[in-house]
């Protein structure tokens, strides 16, 4: 029966895993230039067809924070004029990863210490830079699309991260929220964890086998 690698290395995205956005913040930052319009508007405005593919021009850095702005404003049917894009580029530099999940993120000490390698691969853009500064210190390797120009799901994003841990795939525990996310990493040999909690992180990554005790 063949025995699995030994594992490496953990790789964790950041949306909705590490940093998690300031929902009320920007609730009240929207409402104040645009009334009635609501963090959930823009969420669900960005993830629609219309406009997917133009984040996703925009999280590799093919399409600029004006472009891109501007057109998630003109798909709310609100005002796109250089004050508006600016306004709401600054909402989400200040609240999109506002809050950090401390609980997650001492899991890197803890698996450094223990002789492993930690990595981030996350999907973003430059207004998330501020946040990111604050944390992706901690980790040997940060990849963020708007940097590396490569972005989850492709493949790229995930073996360029691998090699730059030093592992195979298969010695890399991937951490991410998104099935589609987890998937990709799963089919590229990957041991893919989707995040649905700190709680239940600590368990998978504590379990006999996994990242600190193969």
């Given at each position: 029966?063949?025995?699995?690698?030994?594992?490496?290395?953990?790789?964790?995205?950041?949306?909705?895993?590490?940093?998690?956005?300031?929902?009320?913040?920007?609730?009240?930052?929207?409402?104040?230039?645009?009334?009635?319009?609501?963090?959930?508007?823009?969420?669900?405005?960005?993830?629609?067809?219309?406009?997917?593919?133009?984040?996703?021009?925009?999280?590799?850095?093919?399409?600029?924070?004006?472009?891109?702005?501007?057109?998630?404003?003109?798909?709310?049917?609100?005002?796109?004029?250089?004050?508006?894009?600016?306004?709401?580029?600054?909402?989400?530099?200040?609240?999109?990863?506002?809050?950090?999940?401390?609980?997650?993120?001492?899991?890197?000490?803890?698996?450094?210490?223990?002789?492993?390698?930690?990595?981030?691969?996350?999907?973003?853009?430059p207004y998330h830079d501020d946040h990111a500064a604050v944390f992706e210190g901690l980790?040997?390797?940060?990849?963020?699309?708007?940097?590396?120009?490569?972005?989850?799901?492709?493949?790229?994003?995930?073996?360029?991260?691998?090699?730059?841990?030093?592992?195979?795939?298969?010695?890399?525990?991937?951490?991410?929220?998104?099935?589609?996310?987890?998937?990709?990493?799963?089919?590229?040999?990957?041991?893919?964890?989707?995040?649905?909690?700190?709680?239940?992180?600590?368990?998978?990554?504590?379990?006999?086998?996994?990242?600190?005790?193969r």
């Amino acid at each position: 029966m063949p025995v699995a690698p030994p594992i490496r290395a953990v790789l964790f995205d950041v949306e909705d895993v590490i940093a998690h956005p300031d929902v009320a913040a920007a609730d009240r930052r929207l409402a104040a230039r645009w009334p009635g319009l609501t963090h959930a508007d823009v969420q669900r405005a960005r993830n629609g067809p219309a406009l997917y593919p133009l984040w996703e021009s925009h999280s590799t850095g093919r399409l600029d924070l004006e472009g891109y702005w501007g057109a998630v404003l003109a798909a709310l049917d609100r005002p796109a004029a250089p004050a508006d894009v600016a306004a709401i580029v600054d909402t989400y530099r200040a609240t999109a990863w506002a809050w950090l999940d401390a609980v997650v993120l001492a899991w890197v000490p803890r698996l450094r210490a223990a002789g492993l390698r930690a990595g981030i691969l996350s999907n973003s853009a430059p207004y998330h830079d501020d946040h990111a500064a604050v944390f992706e210190g901690l980790f040997d390797v940060a990849h963020f699309s708007h940097r590396t120009g490569r972005r989850k799901p492709d493949a790229d994003a995930y073996t360029a991260a691998a090699v730059a841990l030093d592992a195979a795939p298969a010695e890399v525990v991937f951490v991410d929220d998104k099935p589609r996310n987890t998937d990709a990493a799963a089919a590229l040999g990957f041991v893919a964890i989707r995040f649905t909690g700190a709680v239940d992180l600590a368990a998978r990554l504590g379990a006999p086998g996994m990242a600190t005790g193969r």
